[in-house]
C-alpha cells in the first residue's frame, strides 16, 4: 500500500482550505445580499440621480433665463437624462469613474469583486451619446489619478466635445492636466468644504481653471465676488430650494446643479414631468 507522502497531505490540506474560503466568501456575500439589499444596490448601481419634481414656490423670477442650470448626477441613468432634456436642460452632469481601464458614469466606484460585470451603470460612451442634444455636459471626474484623466481626454478627442465638455474636479493638479493639453475642454474646480474654498480663494487659478463649482453654503456675495474678479463662473451646488436659488442668482452666481427638474421646466416653459412619456432604463 503506498501511503501518501508529506508532500501530497499538505496540498490536500490546502485545496481544503481554499475551497472552505470560497464558501464562506459566497455564504458572506449571499447574506449581504439578503440581508443588507441597499449596500448591495449601493455597491452595484452608485448613487441614484435623486431628481425630483416641486413647483412649491417657484415663479419667473426666480428662475431667470440666464441662469445655467445643470441636471445633477442626471448622467448616470438614461431615464433620468431623458426626463431633463425633455424639460429643456441645456447642461447635464456625468459623474466619471474607471473600471479596468472602461470609463463608466457612476458616482462611486464599486468594491473590487464587483468590477464591471455587475454594474449597472452606464459606460461613459452610452452616457455622452444619450446626453447628445444637452449644450454642455459636466463630466465630474471622480478620482485624481492622472492616467484617467489621459484616458478622458483621449474620450473626448474621440467624440464630438467642442464647446461642450467641462470636466470637474476638486484638483488643481487634475485641471492643470487637462489645461496642459491646449483643448477647448472646460475646467471647473469642485469645492466642498471651507478649507478647500480657503485654499482656492488662496491660490492662483488664472489659466488653469475657467470656473468653479462651490457647495452652496459656502457661497456669500464676497466669496462670489472674489471668483468673479478673476474672470471665473461660478455654479452652486446642490440647489434645490426655490428661495435659496433666488439669493444665489441675487448673490451673482452665473449657475447652480439642481436636482429639482421643476427649475428647467419655469425656465423653459416645457410639458410636466408627469406628462413624459415613460422611458426604459437602459445601459
Given at each position: 500500500m503506498i501511503r501518501p507522502s508529506r508532500l501530497h497531505r499538505v496540498a490536500a490540506a490546502a485545496v481544503s482550505a481554499a475551497a472552505i474560503a470560497v464558501t464562506v466568501g459566497a455564504v458572506a456575500v449571499l447574506s449581504v445580499a439578503a440581508l443588507a439589499p441597499a449596500r448591495v444596490e449601493r455597491a452595484t448601481s452608485g448613487v441614484e440621480p435623486g431628481l425630483f419634481f416641486d413647483r412649491d414656490g417657484i415663479d419667473p423670477a426666480t428662475v431667470p433665463d440666464q441662469l445655467l442650470l445643470v441636471a445633477h448626477n442626471a448622467g448616470s441613468s438614461r431615464r433620468a437624462t431623458t426626463a431633463a432634456l425633455a424639460l429643456g436642460a441645456r447642461a447635464i452632469e456625468i459623474?466619471?469613474?474607471?473600471?479596468?481601464?472602461t470609463l463608466y458614469a457612476a458616482h462611486d466606484r464599486p468594491p473590487d469583486f464587483v468590477g464591471s460585470v455587475f454594474l449597472r451603470r452606464p459606460t461613459l460612451d452610452a452616457a455622452?451619446?444619450?446626453s447628445a442634444s444637452a449644450s454642455s455636459v459636466f463630466l465630474d471626474l471622480k478620482t485624481n489619478n492622472l492616467g484617467v484623466v489621459d484616458d478622458l481626454l483621449a474620450f473626448l478627442d474621440e467624440h464630438d466635445s467642442a464647446g461642450r465638455a467641462i470636466v470637474v474636479s476638486p484638483s488643481v493638479a487634475v485641471l492643470g492636466r487637462v489645461a496642459d493639453r491646449g483643448t477647448t475642454v472646460g475646467r471647473v474646480l469642485s469645492i466642498g468644504s471651507r478649507s478647500g474654498l480657503d485654499r482656492a480663494l488662496d491660490a492662483d487659478l488664472v489659466g488653469v481653471v475657467t470656473g468653479v463649482s462651490v457647495r452652496e453654503s459656502l457661497l456669500d456675495r464676497d466669496v462670489v465676488a472674489a471668483f468673479e474678479r478673476d474672470d471665473l463662473d461660478v455654479i452652486a451646488w446642490t440647489v434645490n430650494g426655490a428661495a435659496r436659488l433666488a439669493?444665489?442668482?441675487?448673490?451673482?452666481?452665473?449657475?447652480?446643479?439642481?436636482?429639482?427638474l421643476a427649475f428647467i421646466e419655469q425656465q423653459h416653459e416645457t410639458p410636466d414631468l408627469v406628462a413624459l412619456p415613460p422611458v426604459e432604463e437602459g445601459p
Open positions: 459623474d466619471v469613474i474607471s473600471i479596468d481601464g455622452w451619446e444619450f439669493e444665489l442668482h441675487e448673490l451673482g452666481v452665473d449657475g447652480a446643479a439642481t436636482d429639482n
